[in-house]
């Protein structure tokens, strides 16, 4: 089937998003568990990597998009459009013909009668590209599982238990290498190649940032990769302080994790084609207020503590 075809046929249009973190990001699991550190990070149930669910990333979207609506558009969508929208969504406007946050990230008005769901759908943000530190300076890692999930096809021929490949493009490719704590040897066949498309990494071939990663990325076996992730973790420890004293308060430390500044992440956005929903715009309308708000995210940040130096984003592949 060509590709023009499938097109035509779906039900909506869909694009995979590459963003770079600017800050920690720290989306937190909601309550503390036995663990590590107090405050815990949302993981894959099944890989145990850290994850940024689509639900916080849809929530920030929605914000940006009505703020951006309304500095740059004349449309006044923040902040009644921007968030719940108040006690049962009274606040939102509700106009699924024209307001871009609305159509885009649904409503609930007057309770269920006049809900809609929103036309876009947000799906987890998965770590492609994660930085550690060694003894040559940072250095980004992924697995093999990690590429072909993200749609990639790899090529790492001969990579064995406590190896690493270096990219193709790498500058430097010691034999011996620390990952963290963990040392590794050099896998000596051929180095690491991955596609999107028959010739090309497809878009994060193109972003300056991306070239960078590429010539310090190492891939590491697909067992080590979650220990090698969950290991370089950043963790904070912060103390509420009594006001009336000046001092911290007793019982008040608390430490959290988060994922470090310059880590690659990768996400899909499905967005359904209006006409399914009695609205008379394109589907790039719906992906164009998508992409509103999160070109937002390099200031307004995502998660916890984004007033406290957390959370910023920067998405690497608009049009
Ligand atoms: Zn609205």
Redesign the pocket.
């Known amino acids: 089937m060509a590709a023009n075809e499938i097109e035509t046929l779906s039900p909506g249009l869909q694009k995979t998003f590459y963003a770079l973190s600017l800050d920690p990001i720290h989306v937190g699991t909601g309550g503390s568990r036995l663990g590590r550190v107090d405050n815990m990070i949302v993981r894959d149930a099944g890989t145990n990597l850290p994850k940024i669910p689509g639900t916080s990333i849809a929530g920030v979207a929605r914000a940006c998009t009505a703020m951006k609506v309304t500095i740059e558009g004349n449309q006044n969508?923040f902040p009644n459009?921007a968030g719940k929208g108040g006690a049962g969504g009274d606040n939102?406007?509700?106009?699924k013909e024209n307001?871009p946050?609305?159509a885009t990230y649904g409503?609930s008005k007057g309770g269920e009668k006049l809900s809609f769901q929103g036309l876009a759908q947000f799906y987890d943000a998965r770590i492609l590209f994660f930085p550690v530190y060694t003894m040559y300076g940072p250095r980004w890692i992924t697995s093999r599982s990690i590429l072909e999930d993200a749609g990639f096809t790899v090529e790492a021929p001969g990579l064995e238990d406590n190896q690493v490949a270096y990219h193709e493009n790498a500058q430097t490719t010691p034999n011996d290498i620390n990952i963290g704590w963990l040392m590794m040897k050099k896998c000596d066949d051929k180095p690491l190649k991955f596609t999107n498309t028959p010739d090309d990494y497809g878009p994060i071939s193109q972003e300056d940032e991306l070239k960078s990663i590429l010539k310090h990325l190492v891939l590491v076996p697909n067992d080590l990769i979650h220990i090698l992730v969950n290991d370089n973790l950043e963790v904070r420890t912060s103390v509420s302080i009594n006001p009336a004293t000046g001092a911290a308060e007793s019982g008040a430390l608390f430490d959290y994790e988060a994922i470090p500044r310059a880590t690659v992440f990768w996400f899909d956005v499905f967005c359904n084609k209006p006409e399914f929903f009695g609205i008379r715009k394109p589907v790039t309308w719906v992906m164009g207020n998508v992409e509103d708000g999160l070109a937002y995210l390099r200031w307004l940040g995502i998660g916890a503590m984004n007033t406290r130096g957390m959370g910023r984003m920067k998405i690497l592949n608009f049009e």
Do not use: L, R
């Not at 939102?92 to 106009?95: A, F, I, K």
């Open positions: 969508k459009c939102h406007c509700g106009d307001c946050v609305c409503y």
